[in-house]
């Protein structure tokens, strides 16, 4: 007897062919589009989801399949939202998508309607390894779509009863999957950014939630004050754009939290921007292990990136610290850091980076 299987359903392409991967595999999946945009309306809200739920349904249509969708819109806003507006106004630079797979897609959603299922499917970039009894989260064909990284925060309970259909597959690959099944969305964009925020309006958004906070510009290396900012929450370590500066460029070194001040580099980016080290906190384990002993060798990433850093961990009491190969740019409080084995092939651990020690 086949094993039940709820299937995370977006209206983009990669769940659409995940789809017709579990099918063609003698799967019947039941289909759930989980809604989390905003009920109420902001600067920026890009939310699309009639249009989502269409195609959504025409992918149910073909096969079919059940189509249902869940409403988390409001553990969504209390769990990651707040979250994420809470670590902004603390000067950290926080990363929501993390939280939104763990919390809501893989958490919310298994509490409500997953747990009736022997397995959850979605149309992630990833894949399961199974090695010596474990599953492990392991990186997908196509690295320059892998989403590991956003992942990672999930538990070992999690992994025990994922799928990731189209783990094998290259972003060309699925497209033409998708073309000869005569998908609708088989050219459909890629979504970017925060789920329901268009990219180019996440300034207004960060806006409509934290207001404006007027602070200094201020030249680390003189001391001159330069001009003014609307608030230490729009900016992030090492970020270069949208500093509105003219006699550029500038390049975000620090901020100072306290006194609402973004100190700046000219023209290049000062030895602060950069560091050898990354201290990892509140561990997450995808899979229960014991591998993070001192010394091991490690690869790592500190952002969404299809690049890999290398180094070695020593254990700082509960924390980890990463000794990297090679200077890192823009190591960011607030973010995450994600360990891989050296193979660039399992995840180890994630959590969030502190304060830079060089």
Same mark, same amino acid.
């Given at each position: 007897m086949s094993k039940s299987v709820a299937l995370l359903i977006s209206g983009g392409v990669d769940s659409a062919v995940a789809c017709r991967e579990l099918v063609f595999n003698g799967y019947k999946p039941h289909l759930f589009y989980i809604a989390i945009g905003p009920e109420q309306d902001f600067v920026g809200n890009d939310c699309k989801m009639e249009e989502d739920?269409?195609?959504?349904?025409?992918?149910?249509?073909? %096969? *079919?399949?059940?189509?249902?969708?869940?409403?988390?819109?409001?553990?969504?806003?209390?769990?990651?939202?707040? %979250?994420? &507006?809470?670590s902004l106004k603390a000067g950290r630079t926080p990363n929501p998508d993390l939280l939104c797979n763990q919390l809501i897609k893989f958490g919310s959603f298994e509490e409500k309607v997953g747990h009736k299922f022997d397995f959850t499917a979605s149309g992630h970039y990833a894949s399961i390894m199974e090695e010596d009894g474990k599953r492990w989260l392991a990186t997908a064909? *196509?690295?320059?779509?892998?989403?590991?990284?956003?992942? !990672?925060? $999930?538990?070992d309970l999690q992994i025990s009863k994922i799928m990731f259909p189209i783990g094998g597959y290259t972003k060309a690959e699925i497209r033409e999957i998708a073309r000869n099944e005569g998908f609708a969305n088989a050219e459909r964009k890629d979504s970017q950014g925060i789920c329901f925020i268009a990219r180019n309006h996440y300034r207004d958004f960060v806006g409509d939630m934290l207001g404006e906070m007027p602070g200094d510009f201020v030249d680390i290396q003189s001391g001159e004050r330069l001009g003014r900012h609307?608030?230490?929450?729009?900016?992030?370590?090492?970020?270069?754009?949208?500093?509105?500066? !003219?006699?550029?460029?500038?390049f975000v070194v620090k901020k100072d939290i306290e006194n609402?001040?973004? %100190?700046?580099?000219?023209?290049?980016?000062?030895?602060?921007?950069?560091?050898?080290?990354? $201290?990892?906190?509140? $561990?997450?384990?995808?899979?229960?292990?014991?591998?993070?002993?001192?010394?091991?060798?490690?690869?790592?990433?500190?952002?969404?990136?299809?690049?890999?850093?290398?180094?070695?961990?020593?254990? &700082? #009491? #509960?924390?980890?610290?990463?000794?990297?190969?090679?200077?890192?740019?823009? &190591? !960011?409080?607030?973010?995450?850091?994600?360990?891989? *084995?050296?193979?660039?092939r399992k995840v180890l651990a994630s959590g969030e980076i502190q304060l830079n020690l060089d």
């Open positions: 739920v269409d195609l959504c349904k025409l992918i149910s249509k073909k %096969y *079919d399949l059940p189509f249902e969708v869940i409403p988390l819109h409001n553990e969504y806003w209390n769990g990651v939202m707040s %979250y994420h &507006v809470e064909k *196509d690295k320059n779509k892998d989403q590991t990284y956003f992942l !990672a925060q $999930l538990s609307k608030g230490h929450w729009f900016f992030t370590i090492g970020q270069r754009k949208g500093l509105g500066l !003219a006699g550029g460029p500038w609402n001040i973004i %100190y700046i580099s000219k023209g290049y980016e000062p030895e602060e921007v950069f560091s050898h080290e990354v $201290l990892v906190s509140g $561990l997450n384990f995808p899979t229960k292990h014991d591998l993070l002993q001192d010394g091991l060798k490690v690869s790592f990433k500190i952002r969404h990136t299809p690049i890999f850093s290398h180094g070695i961990i020593h254990k &700082v #009491n #509960n924390d980890i610290l990463i000794e990297s190969e090679n200077k890192l740019h823009g &190591v !960011a409080p607030g973010q995450f850091a994600v360990i891989y *084995d050296d193979d660039e």
